[in-house]
T-cell receptor, first 118, second 115 residues
Framework: EPEVTQTPSHQVTQMGQEVILRCVPI?????FYWYRQILGQKVEFLVS????????KSEIFDDQFSVERPDGSNFTLKIRSTKLEDSAMYFC????????????????FGSGTQLSVL | GDSVTQMEGPVTLSEEAFLTINCTYT??????LFWYVQYPGEGLQLLLK?????DKGSNKGFEATYRKETTSFHLEKGSVQVSDSAVYFC??????????????FGKGTLLTVNP
């Protein structure tokens, strides 16, 4: 089965530094997403992206966050000035169609990047 | 807003034991319901889904029935294997309003199956 690939698997950074988390979605997918899970908490939606623009973002996704599809294959999440509370597992996902509703389409998730902010 | 509450883990079972992981939800309307599984070192994978009341999703011996009257979607398996050891996530998406890609997850339940 095709895979969503995320790199690195674990990233350690100092508070205030910029980090870029990278994802390679499945090649024919058009919709891209970032989710995160803070340790012990729920997996939370951050942002969805389609046609080179954000289609929806959560209240977590503030001005410190940005997403980009720089070259037609990668999909990145940038955190400009990391805070301690940004420490979490970040999951990238992609889908061929918009949504997970009754038509049977689904989101494919990567294995995640564990971000540790010190 | 929408929310999902699932059984806190960890759950430890012996091989061939019966598994239940409880999941209840709060949502407006008629959401779609999902179970995702994350095996060690891998991404979240869709295990099964149900899109309307009384639907039963099933896959790999796992089952869950969409119960609107109790707002539940409990995961069951009659005989677990060591290879079922993973983290299981219950989730939902709204079926209307255009945000049906936005999954709302529970916290996840770690299942360990011992030989």
């Amino acid at each position: 089965e095709p895979e969503v690939t995320q790199t690195p698997s674990h990233q350690v950074t100092q508070m205030g530094q910029e980090v870029i988390l990278r994802c390679v979605p499945i090649s024919n997918h058009l919709y891209f997403y970032w989710y995160r899970q803070i340790l012990g908490q729920k997996v939370e939606f951050l942002v969805s992206f389609y046609n080179n623009e954000i289609s929806e973002k959560s209240e977590i996704f503030d001005d410190q966050f940005s997403v980009e599809r720089p070259d037609g294959s990668n999909f990145t999440l940038k955190i400009r000035s990391t805070k301690l509370e940004d420490s979490a597992m970040y999951f990238c996902a992609s889908s061929e169609y918009r949504g997970t509703g009754g038509r049977g389409e689904k989101l494919f998730f990567g294995s995640g990047t564990q971000l540790s902010v010190l | 807003g929408d929310s999902v509450t699932q059984m806190e883990g960890p759950v430890t079972l012996s091989e061939e034991a019966f598994l239940t992981i409880n999941c209840t939800y709060t949502a407006t309307g008629y959401p779609s319901l999902f179970w995702y599984v994350q095996y060690p070192g891998e991404g979240l994978q869709l295990l099964l889904k149900a899109t309307k009341a009384d639907d039963k999703g099933s896959n790999k011996g796992f089952e869950a029935t969409y119960r609107k009257e109790t707002t539940s979607f409990h995961l069951e398996k009659g005989s677990v294997q060591v290879s079922d050891s993973a983290v299981y996530f219950c989730a939902l998406t709204p079926n209307s309003g255009g945000s049906n890609y936005k999954l709302t997850f529970g916290k996840g339940t770690l299942l360990t199956v011992n030989p």
